[in-house]
């Protein structure tokens, strides 16, 4: 799958020290209709910012590229197909938020085209689906709240920026 990233076929040894913390990885999509609007899903029933809206995302699991995850995510979560050709990286941020222990790399990627009908697939992790205009989403768009690290990356997105630390 070539996604625009380089991946090394080196074997990664996981040690968590107190110099060398784990950190978990997760990754976002955005996926953008021609007129620009972007896919918020609004949280629910999963004990982290119910309520909220944030992106189609999920956990990296063991193994698996970033990209391949957030793909993985996509079709879980809203029931579309993104074919890897179709997806560019578009962010990376290195995160904390507070009291949660421990710092995330969150990793967000892009895909304007997909296969299928955006539904809310896991109706008992999200309570709706939003179309956004991705420069209203600082706070709030349409009276929901936005995940606040998923408001800066989308503005960081927005000015091109290619990475950002939040939180610390």
């Known amino acids: ?21 784990a950190l978990i990885a997760d ?3 955005l996926l953008a209709r021609q007129d620009g609007r972007v896919l918020l899903l609004v949280r629910a029933n ?8 944030s992106l189609p ?17 996509a079709k879980e979560e809203i029931g579309v197909v993104v074919d890897p050709a179709d997806v560019s990286f578009a962010h990376v941020m290195h995160r904390r ?27 008992h992790k999200c309570s709706g689906l939003i179309w956004a205009d991705p420069a209203d989403l600082v706070g709030s768009t349409g009276g929901v709240p936005v995940v606040g690290y ?13 990475f950002i630390a939040h939180g610390w």
């Open 27 to 29: 990754t976002h999509l």
């Open 46 to 53: 999963t004990g982290y910012m119910d309520g909220h809206a």
């Open 1 to 21: 799958m070539d996604s625009g990233c380089r991946r090394s076929s080196a074997t990664v040894l996981r040690v968590t020290t107190r110099e060398h913390p």
């Open 97 to 123: 938020t507070p009291g949660e222990p421990g710092a995330r790399v969150s990793f967000f990627f892009s895909a304007r085209r997909w296969m299928g009908e955006v539904v809310n697939a896991e109706p």
């Open 150 to 162: 998923v408001s800066a990356a989308m503005a960081a997105i927005g000015a091109g920026e290619g």
């Open 57 to 73: 995302a999920g956990h990296v699991e063991a193994g698996e590229p970033a990209d391949a995850a957030a793909i993985r995510e």
